[in-house]
């Protein structure tokens, strides 16, 4: 009985740390306010902005979650992520990573 419980109670925590899928056509159309300053597909050429395009997927959506938490401190991203819901983020850390960029060279 005891054994059960431990093992429903570590299930429920793992699916609790569990991250939503991101969808990248979602993350496309929720991307328009990001194209100011990262670019239209990530690979804003100004080196103030980091290029987004071809990063992990799993990088970009800890970076916007730790943004909105304040784990990561920048005044401008805490103002941008602070309507975004967690499924958002997903989405345009989804998004972003399928571009071409740093880490991948989809084909054209």
Same mark, same amino acid.
């Given at each position: 009985?005891?054994?059960?419980?431990?093992?429903?109670?570590?299930?429920?925590?793992?699916?609790?740390?569990?991250?939503?899928?991101?969808?990248?056509?979602?993350?496309?159309?929720?991307?328009?306010?990001?194209?100011?300053?990262?670019?239209?597909?990530?690979? =804003?050429?100004?080196? !103030?902005?980091?290029?987004? #395009? @071809?990063?992990? /997927?799993?990088?970009?959506?800890?970076?916007?979650?730790? &943004?909105?938490?304040?784990?990561? =401190?920048?005044?401008? !991203?805490?103002?941008?992520? #602070? @309507?975004?819901? /967690?499924?958002?983020?997903?989405?345009?850390?989804?998004? &972003?990573?399928?571009?071409?960029?740093?880490?991948?060279?989809?084909?054209?």
């Amino acid at each position: 009985m005891i054994r059960k419980l431990i093992l429903t109670a570590a299930l429920l925590a793992l699916a609790g740390t569990a991250q939503a899928a991101g969808d990248p056509m979602a993350g496309r159309d929720k991307s328009q306010t990001c194209q100011a300053c990262h670019g239209a597909d990530g690979n =804003n050429d100004n080196p !103030m902005y980091p290029k987004l #395009a @071809g990063q992990y /997927e799993s990088y970009l959506l800890r970076a916007l979650l730790d &943004y909105k938490s304040g784990d990561r =401190n920048n005044a401008i !991203m805490a103002g941008m992520v #602070a @309507g975004l819901s /967690e499924q958002d983020m997903a989405d345009l850390a989804a998004y &972003y990573a399928r571009q071409k960029g740093l880490f991948n060279t989809v084909p054209d």
